[in-house]
């Protein structure tokens, strides 16, 4: 049997839907057997999820939106025994619809990927793939895994985002993997925008997509942009033209709400913002080289030395490959 709940709102403009005219409406959502969600106006309308999700950012009742973004962001469901179905949230977009890929390997920084993928999930008119050399179980530096579901193969050739997080070790080994740099180097000919978060941005510059751009990563290698011919820029977030760049690891959650406003406008991403609560109050006010000791930020690059060594060695064979 199905659930039903209703909820009464005032609508502040004119709702262009049939069969609501008025502006006081009944929305009621139901449950059924199948687990399906299905909403209903009072005056008979059934909307899907893409709907309600249209609909409601043309409401300037903030309640509503509210409401309804919480219904549109449940991607699980209990089916009765204890545990949850995924349901395909992409299936009932178009074959064509934009496509956000957002690159893992071996070795990687999981924030970097997860703090910005929390917000382009929000986008429900984009299908998100987790791309890697192989589809499967990827482990970041710290351990725990990513499964990939797209390969560099399978990944279209047209994009509108191409991502890539950073790490160390990782990041290096990715760098100068040639099938890596080669996909970098192809999707972001015609990707509409083109965006990394930490050392991240030194795979794109390895792949030639950063020259003569303003970028950033984190503080202990952001100068190691100008050996792939980038202007580095001591910011949180830096955006030239189509590329778009976040400093270190949690920088990813700023980037991340920046290019949800530019994909899918302020209104919407401030709303995310608010439904994910997306407040930073730190203890310590200690998150950049300025505000921190300098023996601290000292201590921070050597722990990196022998990357940094790393990386200014392969931008010099890369150079001399050229000559």
């Not at 509409?192 to 970028?215: D, P, Q, R, W, Y």
């Not at 990196?304 to 050229?322: G, L, M, N, S």
Request: proline residues 4%; hydrophobic residues 40%; aromatic residues 8%.
């Amino acid at each position: 049997m199905a659930r039903r709940t209703c909820e009464r709102f005032q609508a502040r403009r004119p709702i262009n839907w049939p069969q609501a005219k008025a502006t006081q409406h009944w929305l009621c959502h139901e449950r059924n057997n199948n687990k399906r969600l299905l909403l209903r106006w009072s005056g008979g309308t059934t909307m899907n999820r893409r709907d309600v999700l249209k609909a409601g950012l043309t409401l300037s009742a903030f309640t509503p939106m509210l409401g309804w973004m919480n219904l549109i962001a449940q991607q699980q469901y209990n089916n009765g025994d204890g545990q949850l179905d995924h349901p395909d949230r992409y299936k009932n977009l178009p074959a064509d619809a934009p496509t956000i890929a957002m690159v893992i390997y071996e070795g990687f920084t999981v924030l970097d990927l997860i703090g910005p993928y929390q917000f382009l999930w929000a986008l429900m008119d984009r299908r998100v793939r987790i791309v890697a050399k192989q589809k499967g179980p990827i482990t970041a530096d710290t351990g725990i895994q990513i499964i990939a579901d797209t390969t560099f193969d399978e990944c279209p050739k047209d994009l509108d985002v191409l991502f890539v997080g950073g790490g160390t070790e990782g990041t290096l080994i990715a760098m100068q993997d040639e099938e890596t740099r080669k996909f970098f180097a192809d999707r972001g000919k015609r990707a509409n925008h083109i965006v990394s978060v930490c050392t991240g941005s030194l795979i794109l510059g390895a792949a030639g997509l950063l020259k003569g751009k303003e970028a950033t990563g984190h503080f202990a290698a952001r100068d190691l942009l100008i050996e792939f011919g980038a202007k580095p820029v001591n910011k949180r977030t830096v955006e030239d033209g189509n590329i778009m760049t976040g400093a270190g690891v949690s920088a990813g959650l700023d980037l991340g709400l920046a290019l949800l406003a530019k994909l899918g406008g302020e209104d919407y991403a401030k709303l995310c913002q608010l439904f994910f609560e997306y407040d930073p109050d730190p203890m310590f006010d200690y998150g950049s080289p300025e505000k921190a000791k300098k023996e601290d930020v000292e201590m921070s690059i050597q722990m990196v030395e022998p990357f940094r060594e790393a990386v200014k060695q392969f931008a010099r064979e890369i150079r001399h490959e050229k000559e």
